[in-house]
Every structure is written in structure tokens, then in C-alpha cells.
């Protein structure tokens, strides 16, 4: 059922990919899209998403392309879920843009992956009219700087003054190079000499203080909804701190070229399902109409299956 499901949506994706190339269409299409989004604001919107977007290469081998081809691919199916996401209200978009553990491919591929980020962010975000201008999104690269050769620093720390202006109230997290288990261990030596200059106490250290002291920072809200693309069921070192007892892990098994506004908007509206019951729950019990005490275990266990529509993400 959930592969037939699959299988349904690429090819409804496909047909949209296809009828979109004559002008009217994609008029009324983006019309139609706009009028999904309104419609799912009036449920509870996430305000974080985060996407590792696994799938470039596969696609590309599928497809018989050029590696770099799979990667163009993959830039815009980015495009398309970041307006999806920003046009609904969700302001923090985190993306998984370079692990550290990609430093042991080889160097040229190393190199390559560098190169392709810069210039797809220079191409977001560098001139007056590009999208994270327009859109006014404040890019930020956030991870181990340390490892960024000098040159390719300074254009991305470009890049994030050009964008960090009072006016962006969107933000897109660009995690380059980045693992969780470095962002937690920065975190914790920024505290070990925070308490070394007497800036705070050893007995103050909180899970808040940890928190802040990530390299997202406080000002970023909890993660609600974490997708990987292209089937793998692990977390690759990814948002593992952030990632807790509120957020939704969702492994989908779509390439990430392939995974565009009906994927993203089913994985959303799974979770403002699920989180319209919660509250629902939450009100009868505290409101005493039910005298049953749900723990939240519970109420997974009683909730009714999801919407046809959201069974997509279903494995
Ligand atoms: C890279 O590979 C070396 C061995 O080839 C290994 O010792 C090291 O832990 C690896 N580093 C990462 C970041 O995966
Ligand atoms: C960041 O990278 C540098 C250089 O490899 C390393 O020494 C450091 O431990 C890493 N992590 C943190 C938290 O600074």
C-alpha cells in the first residue's frame, strides 16, 4: 500500500513536472499551490525543518547525467521545498550541506563539493534580486569554521553579512561543515570557558545552557520535523541533540531531486495532524472531560491512522 502510494506520488510530480512547462499551466498551478498553503496555515505550521537531502548522485546515475547535473537537480527541488516552507510560516530551514566526515572523500571531490557551494549560494543570495534577497532570508553558515579554507570563508561570510540585515525574518541554517558530535562538544568547551572566566557556574549549567551555546544558538526555535531523503534510515550525525522528544523523524524513500511540493507538504501536513490531536488530547485531559491520564506514549499508541494523503512517508 505505501509503496503503491509512492509510486503514485512521483508520477503525480511528474505529470505536475510536465504540464508546468506550458506557461497558463504553471499559472494556475502556482495558484493552486498558493491555495494548498493557505489552507494549511489555518492548522499548526512547524517552525524548523531540517532536510538532509540524500539522493543527488543515484539520481544522476539513474538518469544516466553527469554528477553535476544530478546536483542542479538537486538545487532546485531545494528551491521548491524552501518556498513551500517559507511561504507557509515555517521561518528556520537547517540543511545538511557538508559533514565533516566528508573531508575523508577525495580531494578533488572535496574540492568539487566546496566550489558547487559557493556558487550555489552566491547564485541564492549574492545580488540585490536573488531569491534569499528577495525573499529575505538570512543565510547562515553554521558549523566547525575552522576547516573552511581562507578563501572560500571569506565568500561565505560575505555572503551571511549581505543577508543579515534587520529586515530578514527567515533563515536558512546552511550546515557546512558540520556534525552533531562536534556542535555538541563546542558547545561544551564554549561553557568549560564561559565557567573558566567566571562568566557562569558549573551549578548553572542547564540543557538551555547547552542549548545556547550550540552552533545555531538561542535564537533559533526547537526542531519539529526532520526529513531524510533517499531511503537510508540513519541520522548520519545530523541535529542528533536537536532531534528530541518533540520532533518528527521522517525517513522518505525519495531521491531528493525528486522530492518536491507535494512531498514536503504531505510530510507537513502528517505532522499538523498529529499535532492537532496532541493539543486536542491535551485539552480534554486538562479541562477534566476525560478522566483518564494519557502519558504520551499513550496517545501514539491511541491515535487513528494517518490521512490517506500522509501515508506516503509511511514505511
Ligand atoms: C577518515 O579516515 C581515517 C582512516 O582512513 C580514519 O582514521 C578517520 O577517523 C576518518 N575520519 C573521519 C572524520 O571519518
Ligand atoms: C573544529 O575543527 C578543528 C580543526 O580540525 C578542531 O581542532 C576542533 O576540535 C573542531 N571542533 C571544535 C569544537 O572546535
Redesign the pocket.
Known amino acids: 500500500m505505501a509503496g503503491q502510494g509512492k509510486t503514485n506520488l512521483i508520477s503525480l510530480n511528474g505529470i505536475l513536472g510536465l504540464i508546468s512547462s506550458f506557461p497558463l499551466i504553471t499559472y494556475i498551478l502556482e495558484f493552486l499551490k498558493d491555495l494548498v498553503i493557505n489552507m494549511m496555515k489555518t492548522a499548526p505550521v512547524p517552525k524548523h525543518i531540517a532536510l538532509i537531502m540524500d539522493g543527488n548522485r543515484r539520481y544522476a546515475k539513474s538518469k544516466k547525467l553527469a554528477l553535476s547535473e544530478g546536483h542542479s537537480a538537486g538545487a532546485d527541488s531545494l528551491i521548491q521545498v524552501l518556498n513551500t516552507c517559507y511561504k507557509l510560516g515555517v521561518a528556520h530551514v537547517t540543511i545538511y550541506a557538508f559533514s ?2 566528508n ?2 572523500r577525495s580531494q578533488e571531490e572535496v574540492e568539487t563539493l566546496f566550489g558547487l557551494l559557493r556558487n550555489r549560494l552566491s547564485l541564492l543570495a549574492d545580488n540585490e534580486d536573488s531569491y534569499a534577497r528577495i525573499n529575505k532570508i538570512k543565510v547562515r553558515i553554521v558549523g566547525n569554521k575552522s576547516l573552511i579554507p581562507e578563501d572560500i570563508l571569506q565568500d561565505l561570510e560575505a555572503i551571511e553579512a549581505k543577508t543579515n540585515n534587520l529586515e530578514s525574518y527567515r533563515v536558512l541554517n546552511v550546515c557546512f561543515p558540520y556534525t552533531s558530535r562536534d556542535d555538541i562538544a563546542h558547545s561544551v568547551r564554549t561553557i568549560s570557558d564561559k565557567v573558566a572566566h567566571d562568566i557562569i557556574r558549573s551549578s548553572d549549567i542547564t540543557l538551555e545552557t547547552l542549548n545556547e551555546n550550540m552552533y545555531m544558538g538561542a535564537d533559533t526555535p526547537p526542531l519539529d520535523i526532520l526529513v531524510r531523503t533517499s531511503g537510508h534510515t540513519r541520522l548520519s550525525d545530523f541535529m542528533l541533540w536537536q532531534a528530541n522528544d518533540r520532533c518528527v523523524i521522517e525517513f522518505v524513500d525519495v531521491l531528493w531531486p525528486d522530492f518536491k511540493f507535494l512531498n514536503i507538504v504531505s510530510v507537513i501536513l502528517k505532522w499538523s495532524y498529529y499535532r492537532t490531536l496532541e493539543m486536542e488530547e491535551g485539552y480534554h485531559t486538562t479541562s477534566g472531560t476525560k478522566e483518564k491520564k494519557i502519558s504520551s506514549p499513550d496517545i501514539y499508541a491511541n491515535l487513528p491512522p494517518p490521512p490517506p494523503l500522509a501515508s506516503v512517508t509511511q514505511r
Open positions: 565533516i566526515e573531508f575523508n
